[in-house]
């Protein structure tokens, strides 16, 4: 029996064809018993059969494994649950007979509330508090619900059974051929499911309501909510009919089972998780209400039900082989999800916004600790730690950045050949480069392998010498320490205007090429005859760009005079804000380059800008102080002319963008203490606190609202801050909770931070939603720190293997900006450190080192502070 302890993958002597699932919950004792028959072919010599099972009391009497040729039952001798490896270990006394075999198991569970596995979650009813029984597989937590192989590969077909209180909804992945009512109790059995993966089944029983469309070749899409809510379930069935229909034609190949059910679930710890033809959502991800919800709401339901759908395709009809390829799920279905916004609402400028996909995976991938794309998974405790930026949105830009480089039609093309192919199958990431390589005749293979298998991205340094333009490409660390990475690089660039661009590969660590010649264009000595050069044009690639400083002031005079697409000034603002947190760059350059965006209107590129803005103003707290006051003036009027533009109210008519940046805008301008933001704020709050439903404060302006309400309020002045937990406990809507809560512990006041803190270990907040309340003002870091160590021990239990608990770590960790911190977060985690952890404290070390050498660094910084207070008494 050793032999199959501490392994990463389970033998593959036998092989699961077929289950059949019968499960009985509880929903009053949070139990359930049930049992499975598990069709296994045999393919080799073994007196063992090895498969998972956690966390479940196994009836060891009801084993059995029945040969189909001869019918004869054999019952193992020994039956043992290894815990530690999650494997349910069966030997028998012979042989068994290679071929097909039926192995049945009983067994009995918990119904755990831990948001993983077949686990309950709480809702109220006419006053009174309700469970409900949901199950989360991925990654891998159907071993939780019953024994299974549970490992992507190990594709069978489902039949479910459920008996359950015969007044409630019970769903799985297919619709119901048969319910048999027996007294207050009922049996309801649902149709084989296609061919699919363990991590993919799903069961939800509870009491719902739900709206209904169809699609035109007939599949019936439902949303399910909470009885009562049926109405905000209508904007997502909308997107889902519509995407549905989108991914047919994109992808060539029908949606491929009979009906699609999205469902939101109150207690539920990612987004949303794909489950065939069962979709289950957190409700914020899912239910959008005219009155409540702002247009980051809505933006976020159509994503996310983008993505959820785009899974039905890819991962769920093409699943991968292992959780190393992860990336081929997740980085296609954010990919996707945006294809699929932009059609149903071109209006909302998608691929602008994301840029701030790529950011997010070039901010993680820039630091040593990050990790490959394709990444080696030896245990499954660590796979919940690579569901991050990485996978999914460094995945999505490779993916962009190809699609780019081989054209839309191309690649859709071949994407449509690979899902053909590899239809109820499971595909590894070589398998999509040869059918795009096939389908393009490049050489996909090369050129993606440098971008999948090694960690990291290049910056490319271009200077230009006597009318030769230099390239020079060396891996790009936030810290500042060379990397020795190589990669081939799909080169875009531009000279002077967009009309002539030009792409290329760079396979070399540098290239010299004659301007003439590649562009047609020569570079005058002048800096402001529109003779500029913009490399990675519209942001298409994943990798950074580091301009000589005389190109540098071309591109700033370029964007004052508006010569630049919006993608490009939000690449060149990103890049060098990079570039300066890795001491590449000054912070005055940086703000220099800031105050070029005074006239910017476009949401992307501010809503960064607003980012950049907090970063710098947090790390100039440590760093100088005495010059925060005259960087907060100079944000504000960075930010002014937008805001008198938007004004609060909304105009009639006008775009998503707008309603967006309204609220990001008064926001920034309330946190920098701008005195007319926060009283005009307090007045409409005042005005919401009397009548909810007054017209001063739309969802829109929500937040900021809240925001500026908590930055007054202060341990001898508390009455906003229990206005807002007023709200809060009134509300029933998760949308308008985490928003409270998302605003709370911006407060300057280290004692209401803390009592912020302990509220969300509370029973008033769902634990899913703890980490929205872990935006600490800089001034309640400490505090912070402090209140994590006091509670880690109650922080590790609740939160568990979960990859929330990473949350807290990577939030109140990486703001510290100092080497003393670094030894005190290692000292303390010395000896708590979990394999669920490891990677997310790594990366929050790093991100602490890297601050401290950047405050070092604009301590020593020559005529900042004159530099500063200039662009402070600057007219804008």
């Known amino acids: 029996m050793e032999e199959f302890k501490g392994q990463p993958r389970l033998p593959k002597f036998a092989v699961p064809k077929r289950y059949d699932i019968r499960l009985t919950p509880d929903l009053t004792s949070c139990k359930f018993g049930g049992s499975v028959a598990i069709d296994v072919d045999v393919v080799g010599d073994t007196k063992f059969i090895v498969l998972n ?98 490992e992507p590969a190990c594709k069978a077909t489902f039949k479910i059974t459920l008996d359950v209180p015969s007044e409630l909804v019970a769903l799985s992945n297919m619709p119901v051929i048969d319910e048999k009512v027996d007294g ?28 209904e469309d169809h699609t035109s070749d007939g599949i019936k899409v439902r949303v399910y909510c909470q009885v009562g809510k049926a109405n905000q379930g209508k904007f997502a069935l909308n997107v889902a009919v519509k995407t549905l229909e989108l991914y047919k034609e994109y992808f060539a190949v029908p949606y491929s089972l009979p009906k699609l059910d999205m469902i939101a679930i109150p207690d539920f710890a990612a987004g949303a998780m794909e489950n065939y033809g069962l979709v289950t959502y957190r409700e914020t991800a899912l239910l959008y209400d005219d009155q409540h919800s702002a247009a980051a709401n809505k933006q976020r339901v159509a994503t996310v ?87 999914y949105r460094k995945g999505a830009s490779v993916i962009r950045m190809l699609q780019n480089y081989l054209g839309a039609e191309c690649f859709q093309r071949s994407l449509a050949s690979y899902i053909k192919k590899y239809a109820c199958s499971n595909a590894k990431t070589e398998d999509l480069w040869a059918a795009l390589e ?25 200077k230009v010498r006597e009318e030769k333009l230099e390239l020079e490409q060396s891996q790009f660390l936030s810290s500042g320490s060379p990397g020795d990475g190589q990669w081939i690089v799909p080169i875009t660039l531009c000279c002077g205007s967009y009309d002539v661009c030009k792409n290329f590969l760079l396979y070399n660590k540098s290239d010299s090429f004659d301007i003439k010649e590649l562009l047609g264009c020569s570079i005058s000595k002048e800096g402001d005859n529109g003779g500029w050069i913009k490399l990675n044009v519209n942001q298409t690639g994943f990798y950074r760009v580091k301009y000589d400083k005389d190109l540098a002031a071309r591109l700033g005079y370029a964007i004052e005079k508006k010569q630049l697409s919006e993608t490009d000034r939000f690449g060149i ?84 963008l707008d309603a967006l940046l309204r609220g990001e805008i008064f926001t920034a301008l309330a946190l920098l203490g701008h005195k007319e933001t926060l009283n005009e704020a307090s007045k409409r709050f005042h005005a919401f606190l009397a009548d909810r439903t007054t017209p001063l404060l739309p969802p829109d302006i929500r937040k900021a609202a809240y925001v500026a309400v908590m930055q007054k309020v202060s341990a001898s002045d508390r009455s906003g801050y229990e206005s807002l937990l007023r709200v809060y406990r009134e509300t029933d ?42 935006a600490v003002s800089i001034e309640g870091r400490e505090t912070a720190w402090k209140w994590l160590k006091d509670n880690w021990d109650h922080i590790s239990k609740t939160w568990g293997s979960g990859f929330l608990i990473t949350r807290f770590i990577s939030s109140i960790v990486s703001p510290f900006a100092s080497y003393e911190k670094v030894r005190e977060v290692e000292e303390f985690f010395s ?46």
């Open 53 to 150: 099972a956690a966390d479940l009391t196994i009836n060891n009497r009801s084993v059995s494994f029945t040969n189909k040729a001869s019918s004869k039952a054999l019952e193992p001798t020994k039956v043992e649950l290894v815990e530690a490896d999650e494997i349910l270990v069966l030997e028998f006394a012979e042989t068994l007979p290679t071929g097909m075999g039926v192995l049945a198991i009983g067994f009995e569970g918990v119904l755990n509330d831990k948001m993983k596995g077949f686990y309950r979650s709480s809702y109220e009813l006419n006053g009174e508090k309700k469970n409900m029984a949901v199950t989360q597989f991925e990654p891998a937590d159907a071993r939780r619900c019953f024994p299974c192989w549970d």
């Open 184 to 211: 207050n109790m009922k049996t309801v059995s649902y149709q084989e499911s296609p061919i699919m993966s363990t991590y993919l089944v799903a069961v939800v029983i509870g009491l719902f309501d739900y709206v």
């Open 305 to 391: 039900v983008a993505h959820e759908l785009a899974h039905q395709w890819f991962g769920n009809l093409v699943t991968m082989e292992w959780w190393t390829h992860l990336w081929l799920n997740e980085g296609f279905a954010t990919w996707v999800s945006y294809l699929a916004a932009d059609s149903l609402f071109p209006e909302w400028k998608i691929w602008t916004q994301f840029l701030d996909e790529c950011t997010e995976g070039l901010r993680l991938d820039g630091l040593a600790e990050s990790h490959p794309i394709e990444v080696e998974v030896n245990h499954t405790g660590e796979i919940d730690e690579i569901f991050d930026a990485i996978s």
């Open 438 to 462: 096939e389908g393009s005749g490049e050489p996909v293979n090369k050129l993606m392998n440098s971008w999948t298998k090694q960690k990291g991205y290049p910056v490319i340094s271009v």
């Open 573 to 656: 603002l990103d890049d060098h804000f990079a570039l300066c947190m890795a001491r590449q760059q000054t912070l005055t350059s940086l703000l220099t380059l800031m105050a070029s965006y005074s006239e910017e209107t476009e949401y992307t590129v501010l809503s960064n800008l607003i980012t950049i803005s907090y970063k710098i103003g947090r790390i100039a707290a440590d760093a100088r102080p005495e010059l925060l006051d005259y960087l907060k003036q100079f944000f504000i009027s960075l930010f002014q002319n937008s805001a008198e533009k938007l004004g609060w109210d909304s105009k009639p008519g006008e775009s998503h």
């Open 733 to 774: 809507l998760s949308q308008e909770k985490t928003r409270i809560l998302s605003s709370l512990a911006s407060c300057p006041d280290v004692n209401i931070v803390l009592e912020v803190l302990n509220f969300l270990l509370s029973s008033e907040v769902r634990s899913q939603d703890a980490v929205y309340g872990l």
């Open 831 to 876: 000896s708590r450190c979990k394999p669920y952890i490891a990677r997310t404290l790594r990366q929050s070390i790093e991100r602490v080192q890297i601050n401290a050498k950047w405050v070092e660094s604009i301590r020593n910084e020559g005529h900042l502070a004159e530099a500063v207070k200039e662009l402070a008494y600057r007219k804008y």
